[in-house]
């Protein structure tokens, strides 16, 4: 059977580039970098030199700080890398990676849950939090190397904000959304300005070289605060699969607890299976801006429900104007129809995303954002979207970029954040989903995407000797839980060497090259036990958070002959733990959980026991009194340099707050 999907070829109207040079000037410093091949142009005003024809200059506007891991995976690509030249500006790195630190300062704070916690502009790191319901503290902090700097004191960000992560500037400014508003703030703190979302709450916030600020949404909220959309906020059910109980009937009460932000709340089953609660009826009345329990239905027995907050979430673009004040261009956002029209309202179902949206990096569509969705109403239709930004187009911003089809289907969900690498002087896409549809038919199993962007269309890519259909690389045990780390070493062909993924509760981390062939496999919990670790009773150690890799650069100042990948482990068995109460910490005795540690790999061991250049123990030796054993490194682990040039690094707990880890 041919599974290779036919599709028109893309015709560029020039030669693509085998080299590419770009000037930046800032605070008065010029700077020259040189990139050959496939590297990313990710920030600033660019000046693109292809032979003897060039590209006009783009708006600097709001972009992430070069150089530094100043966003949501780092760059706008998704990349996960920053790679620094081995120059005296940049010999903090030897001191990172000489060892582990010597201390840590828990800058306290509610923790990230599971978002991506800080960025760096090399002098200020800004992280967003997962506050506690109702709010009381801020949920975006910024700090220095020594600690505190300012905070949103008057909380203009709210309780959704954690699945967002910051856009630092390099003078120090900060971008960043929830559901209610996008705002800048400047680096002393002052809100520059405030712009009202078009809904939903943004999966991180993306740039594009025109200066667009690139928002694509989730639809379930932790709070509609500030009561602004709470009339759109629909209460809705959640009944996970065996979660439905045994002996209901139509028509019995819900009983409600956590009442005080919805009043009016009430509810009946509205549909029951062999006894099995499959669907309620809820009337929440308005206002209800905070989701109540559900603490017990009258007539049977073991239902598990959750109520959640559901908006309309679209996608949307923003920017800033010559005179630095920030708006929402067309004054609306778009829905992702089935149809593949973009839609002003959601009367139909749409696609939205959980992910964060990756860029591309080819001149021919440089504005064009790829992003990984779901159907509003099913998730499991899962669909990958090329979108072209124009911001010369006010009241049409955004257009779907491919046609015939005007979307790469899948089975969905997606847990990873699409990375986008340029490989044959084309877009590759890399991805994850719940299954794939082979000829039609939907094959259930996690899977790892690869796909080409041709311009217009896309193309499947198949891996050496591959059976499956085209544009599914890899179908592993375990679903993805992160996205993708690209491996910034030379792979050959002028192209990167490949991309890192991991399972849920896989001790191992896998690459595959960018043709999607198999390269290793690391035990990455074998080499932390034998680093010594305490080895966990149910499980392995595997890995929570994101990635983040840091490496000096070759000579043409592309490939990373020599990474470092930074990650997250921690034994995580989804049996049940007791939760932490004052004086009754669990701790590595009575936890499944013994210890989470943030590690320092070395890319170049591969699955030698010498791989592991470091690990830092989060839990139980740096963790706070009264919190639970399930404390992990969450998040990326961006860089902060002193008035020295000494390095401290920034980490996050899940539930502990902000980490500065310093080499005294």
């Given at each position: ?614 690990a830092w123990q989060l839990f139980p030796a740096n963790s706070v009194a009264c919190q639970q054993s399930s404390d992990a490194i969450e998040g990326a682990v961006p860089v902060v340099l002193d008035g020295g040039g000494n390095p401290y690094l920034f980490t996050t707990g899940s539930q502990s707050g902000a ?6």
């Open positions: 059977m041919d599974h290779k999907r036919k599709f028109p070829a893309y015709k560029p109207s020039g030669e693509l580039p085998t080299a590419l040079r770009f000037v930046e000037k800032e605070n008065s410093i010029l700077q020259v970098r040189s990139a050959v091949g496939s590297r990313a142009v990710q920030t600033g005003a660019l000046m693109l030199f292809f032979g003897t024809a060039a590209l006009p200059a783009q708006p600097l506007q709001i972009q992430a700080a070069p150089g530094w891991c100043s966003m949501a995976h780092c760059d706008n690509q998704m990349e996960d890398f920053i790679g620094l030249a081995n120059s005296p500006a940049d010999a903090w790195l030897a001191t990172i990676l000489s060892g582990p630190p010597g201390m840590a300062q828990n800058q306290g704070g509610p923790g990230v849950g599971s978002g991506l916690g800080c960025v760096s502009n090399g002098t200020y790191a800004a992280c967003s939090y997962k506050v506690p319901l109702p709010q009381t503290q801020p949920a975006l902090v910024a700090y220095t190397s020594s600690g505190f700097s300012w905070s949103d004191s008057n909380m203009l960000l709210d309780g959704n904000t954690w699945g967002s992560a910051p856009i630092i500037d390099t003078g120090g400014n900060v971008v960043i959304g929830d559901d209610q508003n996008i705002v800048k703030f400047s680096n002393t703190g002052i809100p520059l300005w405030t712009v009202p979302s078009a809904g939903g709450a943004p999966v991180s916030l993306v740039t594009t070289p025109n200066g667009a600020i690139f928002a694509a949404t989730r639809q379930w909220l932790n709070v509609c605060a500030q009561n602004t959309i709470s009339a759109q906020c629909t209460l809705t059910a959640n009944i996970a699969a065996g979660n439905g109980g045994a002996g209901y009937s139509a028509g019995d009460t819900v009983n409600f607890g956590n009442t005080a932000y919805c009043p009016n709340v009430a509810g009946t089953v509205s549909s029951v299976l062999n006894g099995a609660i499959t669907g309620l009826n809820l009337s929440q009345g308005i206002p209800c801006t905070i989701a109540p329990t559900v603490t017990s239905v009258g007539g049977g027995a073991g239902a598990k429900i959750t109520l959640l907050l559901e908006v309309p979430a679209p996608v949307a673009v923003y920017t800033e104007n010559p005179q630095g004040t920030g708006y929402l261009v067309s004054g609306q956002g778009y829905f992702l129809s089935q149809s593949s029209m973009l839609g002003s309202s959601p009367a139909d179902p749409y696609y939205l995303t959980v992910n964060t949206p990756c860029v591309s990096t080819n001149p021919h569509h440089p504005n064009r954002v790829y992003v990984s969705t779901q159907l509003s109403t099913d998730p499991t239709q899962g669909a990958l979207w090329a979108l072209d930004l124009d911001l010369a187009n006010p009241n049409q911003p955004i257009t779907v970029g491919w046609s015939n089809p005007p979307f790469f289907s899948f089975v969905g969900p997606s847990a990873a954040s699409p990375l986008c690498v340029k490989a044959n002087g084309l877009e590759n896409i890399y991805f994850d989903g719940s299954g794939y549809i082979d000829n039609g038919v939907p094959e259930t199993m996690p899977a790892v995407f690869g796909l080409t962007d041709n311009g217009s269309s896309f193309s499947g890519i198949v891996p050496s000797g591959s059976a499956l259909p085209a544009g599914v690389l890899a179908t592993p045990i375990h679903p993805v839980t992160c996205n993708f780390a690209l491996d910034p070493r030379y792979g050959g062909d002028n192209e990167f060497k490949g991309f890192f993924y991991q399972g849920e509760y896989d001790p191992n981390l896998y690459e595959l090259s960018l043709d999607g062939n198999k390269l290793e496999k690391i035990d990455v919990s074998s080499q932390l036990e034998t680093f010594g670790a305490p080895i966990p009773s149910n499980s392995s150690y595997w890995m929570r958070g994101v990635f983040t890799s840091y490496g000096y650069t070759s000579a043409a100042g592309v490939f990373s002959p020599n990474p470092y990948l930074f990650l997250s482990e921690s034994d995580f068995d989804p049996t049940p733990r007791s939760v932490c109460t004052c004086g009754n910490c669990p701790n590595s005795s009575g936890s499944n959980n013994p210890a989470s540690y943030l590690v320092s790999l070395d890319l170049t061991s591969g699955n030698s026991t010498s791989a592991i250049a470091w980490y500065i880890l310093s080499w005294p």
